[in-house]
């Protein structure tokens, strides 16, 4: 690890800890040559298939653009951030679980209409509304109706 004061790589660890559900490690190191203190965070590198857009475009998995959309569908809704990452952490574990090396984007967007229709109605036919183009409001109608159904049973 190279000193982000002096550039040497010669360093000593002081103190390591696991952080964010064991999932990160942070440790405290100090410079064998200046004797300046700096932290470092080691997490896993997962390896994430590439998504096939509906164009058929492959890209890098990202899970921010998970995220900002989940956000986007659940804004002004009394859904908190931390319900939101949690959730983004399951679609992403369900992604890695399906251990393929490329996965169509439908499957990611399905896998968020799942875990948006549990926690919030409303936000599920938000997203559902963007996700599956809804060409006129007769097929937005349906979806809203198709949700009373389901509360019904």
Known sequence: MKCPFCGSDEDKVIDS????DLAEIRRRRECITCGRRFTTYE??????PQVIKKNDVREPFDRSKIRRSIEIACRKRSISQEQIEQMVKEIERTVQELDRREISSQVIGEQVMKHLRKMDKVAYVRFASVYREFKDVDEFIDQVQELGKDARK
Do not use: D, Q, Y
């Open 17 to 20: 800890r696991a952080i964010k």
């Open 43 to 48: 997490r896993i590198e997962e390896v994430m």
